[in-house]
């Protein structure tokens, strides 16, 4: 079983940026691959970004983050980070954290990843 806790949501003007953070426990967190996905209000939930077990191996972005966002892990912390700059609006969603018992991959379906985190609130004020 492994526990994810989220933190560093919260509220920003558009063009700011803001460092998600998500960590881990409970099972080896550097043999996990990580993802964040997001939902926003009345919509599903939304790949965001995915890393392999190792940093540097595989790392995937959704198209409308492309650019802007950077997903990273410190395997010594047994956390992944989310880097998030010149936010939209349309950036507001839950962020949630994901790990995958695929670690070799960088899964970019939900359905493959096995545990997730609670969530943040991301909210971009235009």
């Known amino acids: 079983q492994v526990q994810l806790v989220e933190s560093g949501g919260g509220l920003v003007q558009a063009g700011g940026s803001l460092r998600l953070s998500c960590s881990a426990s409970g099972r080896t967190f550097s043999s996990l691959a990580m993802g964040w996905f997001r939902q926003a209000p009345g919509k599903g939930r939304k790949f965001v970004a995915s890393?392999?077990?190792?940093?540097?191996?595989?790392?995937y972005y959704a198209d409308s983050v492309k650019g802007r966002f950077t997903i990273s892990r410190d395997n010594a912390k047994n956390t992944v980070y989310l880097q998030m700059s010149s936010l939209k609006p349309e950036d507001t969603a839950v962020y949630y954290c994901a790990a995958s018992n695929l670690g070799a991959a960088a899964p970019r379906a939900s359905a493959l990843y096995d545990y997730w985190g609670q969530g943040t609130q991301v909210t971009v004020s235009s």
């Open positions: 890393i392999s077990w190792w940093s540097g191996v595989s790392t």
